[in-house]
């Protein structure tokens, strides 16, 4: 199964509302990443945390991390309809034969209508 | 400074042929890897290239394949294409030493028919 699993699978919010998604992982990490997507687009870097934070703000983002209960958590405050997209997280940990890898849950897809 | 650029963007091939896709780093990001998206299965990781060798390969049969060239620049091949490799294949460029954030390209949507 995925390492990094995001939940809700969707989320439906109106224009000013904040949307929450959250991010659980299984095993350590170095950091954890998440991205965002156009439908059909390219994935975009949104915010990096690593293993020894607790929580990060980048704009309108904040993001906070977790390690003992391996969990994340993605705000995105004063939503806007340019926020609908998928949201992905990404643990940054390490595989099969010590190499360092990303894992990637299945995404939240979030829709903020006007 | 140009992003990751992916090309074709679309195609369509039948059960049974070969594609070849190919991606074009950030200028001076050494590190390329590929990915295969479909909605049942989200992102799935295929294989990582650093100065023309695999440093990482996903659970993928080997009609994958990939390679990087001296310039960085990288291409993935899947032969006897099946009906289950209809996906967006996005290629990520990532400069070593950094933070590990990966720049990704708009994808290769491949329909196979």
């Known amino acids: 199964s995925q390492q990094g699993e995001e939940d809700p699978q969707a989320l439906s919010i109106q224009e000013g509302e904040n949307a929450t998604m959250n991010c659980s992982y299984k095993t350590s990490i170095n950091n954890l990443q998440w991205y965002r997507q156009n439908s059909g687009r390219g994935l975009v870097h949104l915010i990096l945390i690593r293993s020894n934070e607790r929580e990060k703000h980048s704009g309108r983002l904040r993001v906070t991390l977790d390690t003992s209960k391996k969990s994340s958590s993605l705000l995105i405050t004063a939503s806007r309809a340019a926020d609908t997209a998928s949201y992905f997280c990404?643990?940054?940990?390490w595989g099969a034969g010590n190499n360092r890898k990303l894992i990637w849950g299945l995404g939240t897809s979030l829709a903020v209508n006007p | 400074k140009a992003g990751v650029t992916q090309t074709p963007r679309y195609l369509i091939k039948t059960r049974g042929q070969q594609v070849t896709l190919s991606c074009s780093p950030i200028?001076?990001?050494?590190?390329v890897s590929w990915y295969q998206q479909t909605p049942g299965q989200g992102l799935q990781f295929l294989f990582e290239y650093f100065s023309e060798t695999q440093r990482n390969k996903g659970n993928f049969p080997g009609r994958f394949s990939g390679r990087q060239f001296s310039n960085s620049r990288s291409e993935m091949n899947v032969s006897t294409l099946e009906l289950g490799d209809s996906a967006l294949y996005l290629c990520a460029s990532t400069k070593l030493g950094g933070t590990g954030e990966l720049f990704f390209g708009e994808g290769s949507r491949l329909t196979v028919l």
């Open positions: 990404a643990t940054d940990g």
């Open positions: 200028s001076g990001h050494r590190s």
